[in-house]
């Protein structure tokens, strides 16, 4: 589905309703740069993937404003039209204290949902008083909400884990709102949510909502299972839905996307080609075989296998030496929580090691990038590269993935992908790997380095129109259709 067609349907679809889209994350951040305000996309692939649909869309999102100019750019209602050069729609923006942000978002979301939600290896903490935060900080977005609901019936959208809460407390002060959710990482199987103090209550949160997203249709089931599992419910496996307390919530999956047109039209600029070169030669980049990664810096994303296997196919294929560059963006996150500052400490480690083993007087295999890279320069790399790795260990979907197929223009490039991502079901023309293996894994580097042109180009087409036909405006088109069919 094209953005004007989206535009054009929503609009009809949405005219009896009025459209507020709810998360922690907002799509737009002002910050002081010494004396003036400049506003950032931040790297978020929920804010990125929504932003196109709220430009199409109109309606109001409602956010916590964490940027230090935010309180500055706001109107008496707490609002600023975004995005700053194009004003389609409102930003509400919600204030938390210190205290509730570090026990709302860096404790309970964070080092207890997060860990719980995706299976790699690292313990939930759970804490009573960030539990007591979170409850807090959910009853405060729901006032906020509340706020903005007028004569016309509210389609409340509500984006992942960190407003798990929300839906029953929307319900309970407008039974009126349709209460929509998607949920944008894994969800375990029963048996690793059992551990979690305060189950009953996230999931009768959930159970507020009419319909429930989730990315892949094993995530729909583990939650059916789980609720199944652990409340009086009564699951309807065959019309995938619940019945809890008299009321039916529907669980779905839709594989998220991006805007596609976008991305590839601003990728084919002359600016992007401008910026190649820059780049090049900033950073040296002189071998002929270039890799990329794109990853926050999180536990989840498997950066220590991916370093892992590249040492390994060096070992193996000494030839590459000096040809070869990896680029690795990372873009910094949660870095006071103990289990993000040890990730970040062992992918420098491991940088150093590989880079140590492997250096020459003017040439190292590894180039690390740990700060956040302009949406010009990260389509420049994507167009540089001759592969993408994206090895997570376990992941919701991932839109770097589609992103980076977006970006390559020409259709040459090689995208080596995880199999724990929800992507990989779809994008089946990837070299799929298990990043946990790492001779496998760099077998699979040596592949796709040395996979025939044709080859090449024929898998990059096949997985373009993937992306292209599956972009954003068909997520969000099936998504709120079907919240309006059951309403």
């Not at 009025?18 to 002002?30: A, D, G």
């Not at 199409?56 to 700053?84: F, Y």
């Not at 029953?168 to 199987?189: C, G, M």
């Not at 199999?419 to 293996?437: C, D, K, M, Q, V």
Request: charged residues 30%; proline residues 5%; aromatic residues 12%.
């Amino acid at each position: 589905m094209r953005k004007g067609h989206f535009q054009r349907v929503i609009k009809e679809k949405l005219k009896d309703y009025q459209l507020l889209v709810v998360s922690n994350r907002e799509p737009y951040i002002h910050n002081w740069k010494e004396d003036q305000i400049e506003c950032i996309r931040p790297a978020s692939g929920l804010t990125i993937a929504l932003d196109p649909m709220m430009r199409a869309c109109g309606g109001v999102w409602v956010a916590h404003g964490s940027g230090t100019a935010d309180r500055e750019t706001v109107d008496n209602n707490q609002k600023v039209r975004v995005p700053p050069e194009d004003p389609r729609y409102e930003l509400k923006r919600v204030w938390l204290s210190k205290e509730e942000e570090e026990g709302f978002y860096y404790g309970f979301a964070n080092e207890a949902l997060w860990p719980l939600c995706h299976i790699a290896y690292t313990r939930p903490v759970f804490k009573a008083s960030d539990w007591e935060y979170y409850k807090k900080v959910n009853h405060l977005f729901a006032e906020k909400v509340l706020e903005e609901t007028g004569s016309e019936r509210p389609l409340v959208f509500i984006q992942d884990y960190h407003l798990a809460l929300l839906p029953r407390i929307i319900k309970e002060k407008n039974p009126d709102a349709l209460t929509v959710q998607f949920w944008h990482i894994p969800w375990p199987n029963p048996e690793a949510f059992r551990i979690c103090p305060w189950k009953k209550e996230l999931l009768e949160g959930l159970l507020g909502n009419d319909l429930l997203g989730f990315h892949i249709r094993y995530h729909c089931n583990n939650f059916i299972d789980t609720v199944d599992r652990e409340l009086e419910a009564r699951p309807d496996r065959e019309r995938s839905a619940i019945v809890y307390k008299d009321k039916i919530t529907y669980i779905r999956h839709f594989p998220i996307s991006i805007d596609f047109d976008a991305i590839a039209e601003s990728a084919a600029k002359k600016e992007v080609e401008e910026e190649v070169k820059r780049l090049k030669i900033k950073y040296r980049l002189l071998g002929d075989v270039i890799g990329v990664g794109v990853d926050r810096l999180d536990y989840t994303k498997g950066i220590p296998e991916k370093f892992r296997a590249i040492d390994l196919f060096l070992d193996q294929n000494p030839e590459y030496k000096k040809r070869f560059v990896y680029i690795q963006l990372g873009a910094p996150s949660r870095e006071h929580i103990p289990s993000y500052k040890q990730i970040n400490d062992e992918i420098d480690e491991w940088v150093e090691k590989v880079n140590w083993r492997h250096r020459t007087e003017y040439w190292s295999p590894i180039l690390f990038l740990r700060e956040h890279i302009p949406f010009l320069s990260m389509l420049a790399f994507y167009k540089m590269s001759h592969f993408c790795i994206v090895s997570s260990l376990q992941d919701g979907m991932n839109l770097v993935a589609k992103e980076y197929i977006a970006a390559k223009t020409d259709s040459n490039g090689v995208l080596i992908l995880s199999r724990f991502t929800g992507a990989s079901r779809e994008l089946n023309e990837a070299l799929l790997i298990n990043p946990y293996a790492a001779d496998e894994f760099a077998q699979t580097i040596k592949e796709a380095i040395e996979m025939p042109p044709e080859e090449g180009t024929r898998r990059m087409k096949k997985l373009r129109e993937i992306v292209r036909e599956r972009n954003i405006y068909r997520w969000a088109d099936q998504i709120l259709t079907k919240a309006i069919q059951i309403s």
